[in-house]
């Protein structure tokens, strides 16, 4: 199963990009930016294999356009919201997971982000060898 971001349109004139989640390791901060960038700057492009790291980024940019409205009142309210303004916003995405037959399905809520359950299943997964380990543990 791999996952791919649809960022503006899907078509053959596209630009496609494998990921390769070994290029975030070396330098976590610099990296998250330039993944924020990549994301933001990144018309009609397709991102296959995207790891959970890049869509935990994509989420967040997703979620700085949902909460934008209630930003604004809270500024308007005297609220000094001028951090989190200046967040960059994902406008036109999609997040699928493309199974072995080549099915998409789509893993957003209503909102556009992530589903809940889509990021507690792959934690899951990493979860479960440390809870079989945790048993022996004793710190």
Known sequence: ????????N???DSNYIIW?????????????????????NS????????DPYLL?????LIMAKVV?????????????????????????CKIVEIDEQGN?????????????NWFDRFMKIVMDDFYKLINYYEG
């Open 68 to 92: 934008r409205k209630n930003v604004l009142i809270a500024q308007n309210e005297g609220e000094d919201v001028s951090k989190i303004l200046e967040f960059p916003m994902l406008e036109n």
């Open 104 to 116: 998409q399905k789509c893993i957003q809520d209503e909102n556009g982000l992530i589903s809940s």
């Open 43 to 50: 018309k009609d492009t397709v991102i296959d294999y995207a």
């Open 10 to 12: 899907d078509n053959p």
């Open 20 to 40: 390769s989640n070994h290029t975030y390791h070396d330098c976590f901060e610099k990296n998250k930016q330039e993944m924020y960038d990549l994301l933001i």
């Open 1 to 8: 199963m791999k996952t791919r971001i649809i960022l503006g």
């Open 56 to 60: 935990y980024l994509t989420n967040n």
